[in-house]
């Protein structure tokens, strides 16, 4: 009698199946032992259903390929069986009716302000054209500086030909509140920029602003607050208008003062004069300065008093 055989030879057809089977049946048909009988049946066993076991996902692989052609006419069959839409009616178009435009109004002076000159007051569509070839500006104030300068769109505009006294001297603060009732902070202005000056003044943009309907210019000269550079009526582009022609540059008014003096009309010499002679104190002065207001030379005439 032979040895018992190896339970190793299970592993052969756990691993090769009904294979590992036969494989194993051959080796151990010749064995004497009675253990062999019944190994080589449990051999043929395991190979038998793990082989089976191996193949039967295949019918469940090739299972939805089967049934996709019948799925497909299904879905033909659904398609034919769709009503067909009726044609949509044609639609005759409605006739567009014209919006009739209100008609533009004229703008008002800013309230407090209705007492200024109607000859200062502008509607926006005649300020909006610009004299001249210089830059027509159009945009919102930003700040009011003093009284004759503001910032539009964060540019410093100057005014052309008039002039206020500095925030620091008398009358200074009320022209500055003059301007800033008239033309507050984020209203629209327009500035009409000084042909004759587009080189500017301090980084400044020279030139007649509008705003509120108002002529800023001219409305600080108006109201007392301002007056006008004579020093500049020849070479402004706006000398020529009737409120520079009121206020300072006209032909027999530019006669009557020195042009040593651009901010005032101050007579020329005989007679000399004195700073205690007039009321106009620390301005600018040019040239030959036949009254030697300007003791120290350093262009600003009467600083003292």
Not at 199 to 208: A, F, K, P, Q, T
Not at 273 to 284: A, W
Request: charged content about 20%; proline content about 9%; aromatic content about 8%.
């Amino acid at each position: 009698m032979s040895d018992k055989p190896s339970a190793v030879w299970y592993l052969a057809p756990i691993f090769l199946g009904i294979i590992g089977s036969v494989i194993m049946w051959y080796v151990l048909k010749d064995e004497q032992h009675p253990d062999s009988p019944k190994m080589i049946k449990k051999g043929w066993i395991i190979g038998i259903v793990l082989t089976v076991l191996d193949f039967a996902w295949i019918p469940l692989l090739l299972l939805p390929l089967l049934l996709l052609p019948f799925a497909f006419m299904g879905g033909m069959d659904q398609q034919h069986m769709q009503p067909i839409p009726e044609p949509i009616p044609r639609m005759n178009p409605e006739p567009i009716q014209q919006e009739t435009l209100a008609p533009i109004q004229q703008e008002t002076p800013a309230p407090g302000f209705e007492d200024v000159p109607e000859m200062i007051v502008e509607s926006t569509s005649s300020s909006s054209k610009c004299s001249g070839t210089a830059r027509c500006i159009s945009g919102t104030v930003t700040q009011v500086i003093d009284g004759d300068t503001i910032r539009v769109d964060g540019q410093s505009i100057r005014f052309a030909l008039a002039s206020t006294p500095e925030p620091n001297e008398f009358g200074g603060i009320d022209a500055k509140n003059f301007v800033a009732q008239i033309c507050p902070v984020g209203s629209e202005a327009i500035v009409d920029e000084d042909d004759r000056q587009t080189e500017g003044s301090y980084g400044r943009i020279v030139g007649v602003i509008y705003c509120n309907g108002v002529n800023l210019n001219e409305a600080v000269i108006e109201s007392g607050h301002g007056y006008i550079t004579v020093g500049f009526c020849n070479k402004s582009e706006f000398s020529n208008t009737s409120w520079a022609q009121k206020y300072g540059c006209s032909t027999t008014t530019q006669s009557s003062c020195d042009p040593s003096y651009p901010d005032f009309c101050i007579p020329p010499s005989p007679p000399d004069l004195d700073c205690k002679d007039i009321p106009q104190k620390r301005f600018t002065v040019i040239g030959s300065d036949p009254h030697r207001f300007d003791g120290d030379g350093d262009g600003i005439g009467c600083e003292s008093g």
